[in-house]
């Protein structure tokens, strides 16, 4: 029988296809099976219309290559067929690609031709059987020592079907675990390669697909808080610590409670919300001898970062603060886990404390030459060799050095490390050229950053250096806004933070005419200062001091103070520094 196409589309078709190739194609595809004039008027009833017309077997082979993939090889598909049609698999593939269903890969044997193509041929097929289909495929790639994200998601595709059509619970429980197994195992080697949005991805659903009393889940939610926090969502990584917490608990797991006590404690500091540095400091060095006992490398090594943290990046004991790192660098070593982290805080030691920048330079291009750096751990060096080498007047290449960290944490999505720090390397390198404008403008972006991510203690900080930048140019009432926020943000015992704030409010107070107030804030901080070992926060607040005496009329107080603050730059080896004394001295 001939047929006559009309060659203008109704109305309800002319809608269906404007915009939509796809449709088009199909539409053609349509009218060349049945002679219609009318096709049916949506995309998915047009889809469903053809996928009705095939033959059993064809359909068959579509139907499980749809929960193989959008892509797929032939003995995959086969291995989900009876025994006795699996030969045939690759010529029902073959007239499927004739009539436009699939595409021929070459990296793959087969591609469904669209994704919308993919999802009805996968939504069409009955539920017992795409359950059925995605276990016995897993049980297939597990057999091929598949990766365990692949087996992972089949199984918890299998899951989700299962409950979906009310299966027993000991069926569902074993599924669940089984998948949530393999997801985990597949989050933690991501976790590895420190990409933070898969570890999220995989550790959410695993710990989802867990069964509450599990001792897996409850270490992996642990896990998932540090991503969360990796990632610049503080109040995620809270929620889940917490949790983690509360779980161990109801179940006498003492071991994985305090891990996820001493993390849960971290993150409260740095969001400054009821815990010091030095309350984190003793849950620290108390879990450390239980952690050693208990063999638990990736727990000690925590610990040994935390512990350092906040010797150094509150109370800058940054000696202290690289003896901690070099300890957890150990034991993350020895528990075979990638070590970006210990080695951003030995950096970030090496670049606050006493070792003078040549030597502490140095020591940071010999670990970016060790093979077990990785991108990560690349960036957390590279952002504070960056500032190293500025301070000895390559200023520059110091900025090249934290733009390809920033580059790379931005690819990892590690945007709490890019806040934390490039925006406290970047600008101090502006203050190092003397452009107060970049640095504050750099500053700003940091503040903004960090202040979304609810990470108080580190903004606290860069607040009160963008206090600072801001008052280097005069604006001085915006300075004290901004002072305000930085004092608001800070925890009682972050000497960082005061080191920041304090020399400024010094300065502010002795513009207002209050010098013996400002005088006696200026030489307090510089009391403190003089009890840590950060040589260049030492030398910025002694020429703070000097700007506080000269404007309070002590003018030969204030030379001794730049001369002591010289020393502490030359003791440093901070070139650029030295150079740029006479703009904090103005």
Known sequence: MSTTCSPIPCSTTRRAIEGNPLFLEQLVAHVRETGLLEPPPTLRALLAARLDRLGPGERGVLERAAVVGREFAAADVAELLDAAAAPTARAHLDVLVRRGFLLVATDVDFRFRHGLIHDAVYRGAPKERRADWHERLADHLDRRREPDELVGFHLERAYLLQAELGADDRRLRQLATDAGTRLGSAGMLVWKRNDVHATVGLLERATSLLPADSSLARELTCELGLAFLAGGEAKRATDALAFGARSASSVGDAHVELRARMELAFVHLLENTGTSGQELLDITQSAIPTFEALKDDRALGRAWLL?????????????????????????????????????????????????????????????????????????????????????????????????????????????????????????????????????????????????????????????????????????????????????????????????????????????????????????????????????????????????????????????????????????????????QMAAFVS
Not at 416 to 438: H, K, R, S, T
Not at 512 to 540: F, I, P, S, Y
């Open 307 to 579: 512990s350092g943290y906040v010797q150094g990046g509150s109370h800058l004991r940054c000696k202290a603060w690289e003896e901690s790192s070099e300890r957890a660098l150990e034991s993350y070593r020895r528990a075979g886990l990638p070590v970006a982290t210990c080695l951003g805080q030995l950096s970030q030691a090496l670049y606050q404390g006493p070792t003078p920048a040549s030597e502490a330079a140095a020591r940071c291009a010999r670990l970016l030459a060790e093979e077990t750096v990785g991108p990560a751990g690349e960036a957390n060096v590279l952002v504070f060799l960056g500032g190293l080498v500025a301070m000895r007047g390559r200023l520059d290449e110091g900025r090249d050095l934290v733009a390809r960290a920033r580059e790379i944490f931005d690819a990892l999505g590690q945007m709490g490390l890019a806040a934390a720090l490039c925006g406290e390397v970047g600008p101090a390198i502006e203050v190092l050229a003397g452009d107060w404008q970049a640095a504050e403008l750099a500053l700003l972006e940091s503040c903004e950053l960090l202040e979304r991510a609810r990470l108080n203690i580190t903004f606290a900080t860069r607040a009160g250096e963008l206090a600072a930048a801001i008052y280097a140019q005069g604006r001085y009432g915006e300075a004290d806004t901004w002072l305000r926020a930085a004092e608001g943000a800070a925890s009682k015992d972050d000497l960082d933070a005061r080191l920041a704030s304090q020399p400024v409010r010094a300065k502010l107070l002795a513009r207002e005419g209050d010098h013996d107030r400002a005088v006696q804030v200026a030489r307090d901080t510089v009391l403190v200062a003089q009890g840590t070992d950060a040589l260049n926060k030492r030398a910025r607040v002694l020429l703070a001091y000097a700007d506080v005496l000269r404007l309070s009329g002590h003018e030969d107080e204030a030379t001794e103070s730049t001369e002591e603050a010289r020393r502490c730059y030359e003791q440093k080896e901070n070139v650029a520094a030295i150079a």
